[in-house]
């Protein structure tokens, strides 16, 4: 894929420089970096669990529900250890 960009002659030196600095093209070192920084600077296009197989199943679904408290993780160990949990019977109460 191709595409082309437009910066200024002050970045064009840049990622010049560090393209020869790290013996990569331009086109390497500018690809690395989109692939980078993507995710973090557009999330709402990165939330697909189908285009990314490292994140955990688990992690897919922060986010997912409001408690409507805003102190949750403040409260975090408060929360998860409310209650004497006996590691033989697993997280639930119910016998």
């Given at each position: 894929?191709?595409?082309t960009i437009t910066v200024s002659e002050k970045m064009k030196a840049k990622i010049e420089r560090?393209?020869?600095r790290t013996g990569q093209t331009v086109d390497k070192v500018l690809g690395d970096l989109v692939e980078e920084v993507w995710d973090e600077r557009f999330p709402e296009n990165g939330n697909d669990p189908?285009?990314?197989s490292s994140t955990h199943k688990l992690f897919r679904m922060a986010g997912m529900f409001n408690s409507e408290a805003s102190d949750t993780s403040?409260?975090?160990d408060e929360i998860l250890y409310s209650e004497d949990l006996d590691p033989a019977q697993g997280f639930g109460t119910d016998k």
């Open positions: 894929m191709s595409i560090r393209a020869e189908s285009l990314d403040e409260r975090m």
